[in-house]
């Protein structure tokens, strides 16, 4: 009865050490670690082992009982290599090497000399119990704080097997107690014992990977707080540089405005006749006085841009009258640089009741922006087309087309970047920069967009899109 006890411990040992095995394969195969290589071989070393327990015949068969012997050995040597590089604990390989080379050695000697059951067993019964101290010491280094249940079940586990080994050599078992009440009692408690050894690695390696989850999950809190608090900083400077601007901007214009007023009176003659050369001064005060009052209204334009301060005053507007209204204008800037302006209007897709909703004023500071930078930059008595028609159902589009030098490739991510020329040289080009960063923050104001095409030595052609509230053409 029993024997029966104890082989049916063994078959059962069998199947649960197959699957714990296979566990192990697949925990090692999700986090390919050296610790949880080892373990991985240990398991299925002992499941080996475990197998062949339960033919007795075939386990014992010399001199294949010493190949068996080694293979246990070899088992507990990598439990404890596991052990060793879980810790972090640096490996001397000399001993370790010395440690295999010993255990393939004796039993290497003993499979020719035939050592006696009391002596084989002695000997692999204590390469075990040597890597067993190992293994506790390594698992006895684990942080508490980061392992507490996992280390302290594991240290009893392999505490309770490192005993029945030194049971087992004190008492000198011989492969013919079975009916030993004491052996049969040590064998049982050894089968359970090393199924929750490996039971015990697994929530180990488990327990790691929690512990990376964790540290992951700090770091994220952590980085998303400094990008709370990055936002949050950024916000209160960008309302300071918004307060900033608006306050500096009424006190530069208000003392800039007499300057233009005084010059401009000067000019005008309203103190006495000017001399040419005394005119000339007068005449460059006014034009950098003019220019530095367009750039602080660019500033502020784009501070409102930046914070959504833009007071959105918008009316329903004819598609035709958005060039219609500003004809007159846009020549007079294509003239300036003695650049041809062609109008292109094919309004025939669109509907006598078809509207855009937009703000006149900002229409007209996009295109006039538009149009003075091609202008600028085109060749000399280069043409420029503007043409507007149906984008699809929902969308008016509007293009602004110039033969000048293009835009290199490398330089069109900035092309609407303020204080931005994208790399042309703007040493002998009036402007402050900031004309297409106005008018693309005032196009997506509107709910537009816009953007451009460019090849290099062609030209380039910018375009917006408007939202149109079309209607139908059957309609009454």
């Not at 280390?151 to 009893?156: C, G, M, P, Q, R």
């Not at 909703?357 to 091609?374: C, G, H, M, P, V």
């Not at 930059?377 to 420029?384: G, H, L, M, Q, T």
């Not at 062609?458 to 009454?476: C, I, M």
């Amino acid at each position: 009865m029993a024997e029966l006890d104890l082989n049916t411990m063994q078959y059962l040992s069998a199947i649960i050490m197959v699957v714990l095995s296979i566990l192990m394969l697949v925990l090692w195969l999700r986090n390919k670690e050296e610790a949880i290589e080892f373990w991985c071989i240990f398991a299925a070393l002992i499941c080996f082992d475990t197998v062949l327990s339960c033919f007795p015949e075939l386990r014992n068969m010399s001199p294949y009982v010493y190949l068996y012997n080694m293979m246990n050995s070899y088992a507990y040597f990598s439990l404890m290599l596991g052990c060793l590089y879980f810790a972090n604990i640096n490996i001397n390989k000399v001993y370790i090497l010395s440690l295999f080379i010993g255990c393939a050695l004796l039993n290497g000697i003993g499979a020719v000399v035939m050592f006696s059951d009391e002596y084989r067993r002695a000997i692999f019964l204590s390469f075990n119990a040597i890597a067993l101290i190992i293994s506790l010491s390594a698992i006895f280094k684990l942080s508490t704080r980061v392992y507490a249940m996992e280390k302290y079940f594991l240290l009893a586990l392999l505490t309770m097997h490192f005993i029945i080994h030194a049971l087992w050599i004190i008492l000198n078992f011989t492969a013919t107690s079975l009916n030993d009440r004491l052996y049969l009692q040590t064998t049982t408690s050894t089968f359970i014992i090393l199924i929750l050894i490996i039971i015990g690695l697994q929530l180990l390696s488990l327990g790691k990977i929690r512990y990376r989850l964790e540290r992951a999950n700090e770091r994220s809190i952590a980085i998303k707080k400094a990008l709370s608090n990055g936002v949050r900083e950024t916000n209160v400077a960008n309302n300071s540089k918004s307060i900033f601007l608006t306050n500096m901007s009424h006190e530069l214009r208000t003392p800039l405005n007499i300057i233009l007023g005084f010059s401009e009176a000067l000019t005008m003659g309203y103190v006495g006749k000017l001399n040419d050369k005394q005119k000339s001064f007068v005449e460059n005060i006014h034009r950098g006085g003019i220019r530095l009052l367009n750039l602080i209204n660019d500033l502020l334009f784009l501070s409102k841009i930046e914070t959504g301060h833009l007071q959105m005053d918008f009316e329903e507007i004819k598609p035709e009258e958005i060039l219609t209204e500003h004809k007159e204008l846009f020549t007079s800037i294509a003239r300036k640089y003695n650049c041809p302006l062609h109008f292109i209007e094919d309004l025939e897709d669109f509907n006598s009741k078809d509207r855009v909703f937009a703000n006149k004023e900002w229409t007209k500071q996009i295109f006039s922006s538009l149009l003075d930078n091609a202008a600028k930059y085109a060749k000399r008595n280069s043409n420029i087309w503007i043409n507007i028609f149906a984008g699809n159902d929902q969308t008016m589009r509007i293009t602004i087309k110039d033969q000048g030098t293009g835009i290199n490739e490398d330089q069109q991510e900035n092309v609407f970047k303020p204080f931005n020329r994208a790399g042309i040289d703007s040493k002998f080009i009036e402007g402050t920069g900031t004309g297409l960063a106005i008018a693309k923050g005032l196009a997506e104001a509107m709910g537009g967009k816009l953007d451009f095409e460019s090849r290099k030595g062609v030209g380039t052609t910018f375009w917006l899109e408007l939202p149109l509230k079309r209607t139908s053409r059957s309609s009454p």
